[in-house]
Every structure is written in structure tokens, then in C-alpha cells.
């Protein structure tokens, strides 16, 4: 359980998926019972909050063993989780200033974002690894 939690090593597609997925619904479960227990008994009830904190290292660990796989380090995470982030504020930014030219303008930095996002989620989630060992270890055995 603790190598969930693991920044080292590699990870296959089928590994990969079955993380992102348990995680996904272990985070969907908890944010629903937060959201049900503050309505219910008030901010007191946010407790149930918690272990999504648990679950975003979990998915980060496991988006970087993914990219390990395919032979690409740390840059290219910082690519696919900063650059939407970063392109998106850029775009919002744009759009406060209420004119439809600002619109236009924020439109490149809004496919930008879409497209990293898109790239990422094939490059994680359906491109094959690396066949034999690279600098991040062993292939994976699943």
C-alpha cells in the first residue's frame, strides 16, 4: 500500500488506470459525504474531507511512475500539471476585463490548456511504456 504513495519506479497502463480510477471514486465519495455532512450538521461536518488529501498524492505519485514509464521525467510533469493551470489563469485573467475582445484573446491560452490536457491523458493513460529498463528502473510486471 505505502508504494501508492511512491514517486520512484514505474507503473503500466493497467496499474495506472487502476489507481487513477479507485482514486477518482474514493474522491468523488468522500467530497459527496463532506458536501452532505456540512449541509447537515454544518462546517463541522467538513471533516469528512480529509481523505481526499490522501487521495492527490496518491494520483500525483502515480502520474509521475506513469511518465517514468515512458521514459520522461520531471519537466514533462511539470508540463502537464502546470502549463493548463498556468495557460487557464491566463485566460481568466483576460476575461475580467468584460469586453469581446478579451474574449478572443483568452481563446488561445484556453485550447492551450485543452490541448496539454488532451496530450497528457493519452500520453498517461493508452501510449505503451518503455519495452526494457530505462533510467527510472525495471519495466513493470502489470
Known amino acids: 500500500m505505502w508504494g501508492l504513495f511512491s514517486f520512484r519506479g514505474r507503473i503500466g497502463r493497467l496499474g495506472y488506470w487502476r ?3 479507485l482514486a477518482t471514486v474514493i474522491l468523488a465519495v468522500f467530497w459527496a459525504l463532506g458536501l452532505f455532512a456540512m449541509l447537515g450538521v454544518g462546517p463541522i461536518g467538513g471533516v469528512l ?3 481526499i488529501a490522501l487521495t492527490v498524492p496518491v494520483m500525483l505519485a502515480t ?3 506513469r511518465l517514468h514509464d515512458r521514459g520522461k521525467g520531471l519537466w514533462w510533469a511539470a508540463l502537464f500539471i502546470l502549463a ?3 495557460a487557464a489563469s ?3 485573467a483576460l476575461q475580467t476585463q468584460n469586453a469581446l475582445a478579451a474574449d478572443v484573446e483568452s481563446l488561445p491560452f484556453l485550447l492551450a490548456a485543452l490541448a496539454i490536457t488532451v496530450w497528457a491523458f493519452i500520453e498517461l493513460g493508452f501510449i505503451r511504456g518503455q519495452p526494457g529498463p530505462n533510467r527510472f ?3 513493470p510486471t502489470v
Request: hydrophobic share 50%; proline share 17%; aromatic share 16%.
Open 63 to 65: 502520474w509521475f511512475r
Open 49 to 51: 474531507f480529509a481523505p
Open 90 to 92: 491566463i485566460a481568466e
Open 137 to 139: 528502473g525495471d519495466p
Open 84 to 86: 493548463p493551470s498556468v
Open 19 to 21: 489507481v487513477q480510477l
